[in-house]
């Protein structure tokens, strides 16, 4: 462990997406439990959104750099080492995907003169990184949690918090807001509903809009809560189509949420079935029960200690990364599952409702 009165400003590098950014949170209280450090975290712009819900940062940096599916010129990369460089940090730390080569922040790091620098890397990084961790993923280890990933690297440096889940806070001021959306939309005053977020900019990730209809009809007619659809603005038409297709029961809601209020309706609701791995990670981290409809893509980026079901369907050959390190993944991960279905989803859900309920009434009788 590095000297705690010798860290006095850590910059956390997440250049990724919210979902991203909320997994690297536990370890981000780590570094912040361990040295009490100000904590920056560098992000993108999209990526940046959720920073504010996470209590341990202190500030934020946006930044869209051309290694990670952003547009950017070299001006602009000049002049972020200047800005960190003036950030005075005492420690950097590089938080990575398995697939993701960490040297391009790390040279953003050594150009802004931080004199610690923490990251994963398969090549020898040499004068780039101070504190290199060989990255043994996923050619030795394929089934550690992203959480587990970020958590091991700033343990490597003597940093540890007991408390490994994901968290947000979001006040109150989103509920009224929430509860004026919820209302508008038509579901019952009073009712717990159960979400469905078919919306995802990923095409590996997409299911066909059939395959939606099918599985809300099926969830209308088996769970007595009402459905309510979810998504951003770019999901609001297909989810009117969704909601039109499945008939009563089912609400919409697509478009009409900032994200504080959406993350106040996940805590409020009964259960919630995504395509897309943020919203999942939002229900993680305010503990609503999640049912997942999961690509064969990254095993790493599963629902996080919360009460789930995981189903799975493959992604099409031509819709594959070509990134050989996901190529491996893909060639000799094992899927254990059931696949996504109607039946299968039905099913998950009445496990995870009825396993609510008990433990809601165990807790009641505790009292």
């Known amino acids: 462990m590095m000297a705690p009165e010798l860290i006095r400003k850590i910059l956390c590098i997440r250049l990724d997406n919210m979902g991203d950014v909320l997994m690297s949170a536990p370890a981000i209280r780590a570094l912040k439990e361990t040295y009490g450090a100000a904590i920056t975290l560098l992000t993108s712009r999209q990526g940046g959104a959720i920073a504010s819900f996470i209590p341990e940062i202190d500030e934020v940096l946006l930044s869209d750099v051309p290694w990670v599916q952003h547009s950017g010129d070299e001006d602009a ?39 610690v620098r923490l990251a994963y890397c398969r090549e020898n990084p040499y004068r780039l990184l101070t504190h290199w961790v060989p990255d043994p993923e996923p050619l030795r280890i394929m ?14 440096i003597g940093a540890y918090t007991r408390n490994k889940r994901l968290l947000l806070q979001t006040g109150r001021q ?33 299911l066909p809009v059939t395959k939606w209809v099918a599985i809300g009809r099926a969830l209308v007619q088996h769970i007595n809560k009402p459905l309510l659809l979810t998504g951003n603005e770019e999901d609001a038409e297909e989810a009117a189509f969704i909601q039109q297709q ?47 409809l999961y690509a064969k893509t990254n095993p790493q980026h599963l629902p996080w200690m919360v009460a789930a079901a995981v189903l799975f369907f493959d992604v099409p050959d031509n819709l594959r990364s070509s990134n050989e390190l996901l190529q491996f993944m893909h060639r000799h991960y094992q899927w254990n599952g059931a696949p996504v279905s109607a039946e299968n989803v039905v099913a998950a859900a009445q496990r995870l409702l009825d396993a609510e309920k008990s433990r809601s009434a165990s807790a009641t009788t505790a009292e």
């Open 143 to 156: 089934d550690k949690h992203q959480v587990e990933r970020d958590l091991d690297l700033v343990a490597s």
């Open 246 to 292: 499945i008939g009563p029961r089912c609400f919409n809601i697509a478009g009409r949420l900032t994200l504080g209020a959406f993350i106040t309706l996940v805590s409020n609701s009964s259960l919630l079935i995504s395509i897309n791995s943020l919203p999942l990670h939002i229900a993680a981290a305010v503990q609503t029960p999640v049912i997942a």
């Open 174 to 206: 989103y509920a009224p807001g929430c509860m004026k959306e919820i209302a508008e939309s038509g579901v019952p005053a009073g009712e717990g509903c159960c979400l469905l977020h078919a919306g995802t900019r990923d095409p590996k990730r997409r």
């Open 77 to 115: 990369l000049t002049g972020l080492a200047q800005q960190l460089r003036a950030g005075c940090f005492d420690l950097a730390v590089i938080f990575t995907v398995s697939s993701q080569n960490p040297l391009p922040s790390a040279m953003l790091a050594y150009m802004a003169g931080i004199p």
